[in-house]
């Protein structure tokens, strides 16, 4: 199972970078992307992940009265 990275306390820092990257969490199933992304992808990639993470803390849950 994939993470779901919305939720992952590592999006807003740099190791971010460390597990995409450079495959730190290789052992745990996590290859490195460092062939197929940039530094610059991986920053957009981020930055999307934390633009959709806000979106769902902002959003309010249906009222059932209506
Ligand atoms: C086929 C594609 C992918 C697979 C199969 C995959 C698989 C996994 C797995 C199994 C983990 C959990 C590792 C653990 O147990 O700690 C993980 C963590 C993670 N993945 Fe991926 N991944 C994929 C693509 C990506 C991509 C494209 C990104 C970002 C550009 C990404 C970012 C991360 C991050 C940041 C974590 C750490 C989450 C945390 O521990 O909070 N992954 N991935």
């Known amino acids: 199972m994939t993470p779901d990275l ?20 290789k052992n745990e199933g996590m290859v490195s992307f460092k062939s197929a992304l940039s530094h610059d992808d991986v920053t957009a990639i981020r930055n999307y992940i934390i633009h959709r993470a806000n979106q769902d803390a902002s959003a309010q849950p249906a009222d059932p009265t209506h």
């Open 6 to 25: 919305r939720a992952s306390a590592l999006v807003d820092t740099d190791v971010f970078y460390d597990v995409v990257l450079k495959g730190i969490l």
